[in-house]
């Protein structure tokens, strides 16, 4: 009997073939799956990073637009280990913040994956790619000591804290004026109840039922809805800001040069109004509602709110960042008893 040579083409089963069609659709979409699942500040805090790693290499005649790198994962391919280390180099180079720097980073290499994942990036340059490090604390304060721009842009590296007293001071020295009364809510609002600046930009009058005295709003990091109850306080605020003035959608009016209610409030001038009532007040420059927000939580240590509390009170995740604020507040050697 004659065997003859056949060539024949490797068999694929049906399922595999479909697996493969499969893997390669989940691929593409990659990117759109992962922007999908992250929320409108994630996004927004990426863009702006990928920004600046469009203007870094913007340098070397490179011209690549930030909205093909979030969407194309094409446009990640020829990318290498040597470039990425060298982006972190610069932007020490140039004074941005470490923390900046490991966040901008971490974006970078989250569309590197994405991009590996579409078959754009090979496996093995992305292994390279993640040997570059961003900065640890210690790492952090040293660069800091040894370079003379240590940071770049208005935000601060650390909180202005804010004592009781000066809180007092922030939610009652207000004039008995439209401009005054908006001012008070503002502030009751902030340090009362530790909106983010974002949900009192927000924030319209439909979010407050004012027989119940409770305030509906979406918390913007995790996107769920919160109920606060408004302290007497921060009521009494609200009914006579309410007698001066009848919003019919943002809660806050913006004002004029001349003290007028009128408009709308946004994200721009919330920030810009705490910063003068806290110069006004307290003489304390660059006061954020951010600023707020932290002197919120601390109070809210300060007379014993749990930490689920807390939690929950300020729209977090998790506990992390509630144990992070206490581990601060914390007075090291208290309860140490010396024989």
Known sequence: MTHELVEYEEWISPLAQLSRVQDDVASKEAFNEYQRGIDKNTKKRQRHDLILFCQYIRKYGVFIEVEDLLSKPESWNGITYGLVASFVRWMTDEGFAIGSINVRLSTVKVYIKLATMAGYVNEEELAKVLLVKGYRYKQGKQIDDKREVKRRGDKKAKPITLTKEQMDLLKQQHPDTPQGRRDTLLMCLLLNNGLRCGELADMTIDNIDVSSRIMTFEREKIEEEQKHKLNPETYLALIRY?????????????????????GVMSRRAITKRVQILGKLILDIDNLSAHDCRHACVDAMIRGGTDYKTIQETGGWTNLAMPMRYAAKAKIANEGVKLG
């Not at 309410?242 to 009128?262: D, F, I, M, N």
């Open 242 to 262: 309410l007698e001066v003035y009848q919003p019919t959608r943002a809660l806050l009016a913006g004002s004029t040069r001349h003290g007028k209610l009128e």
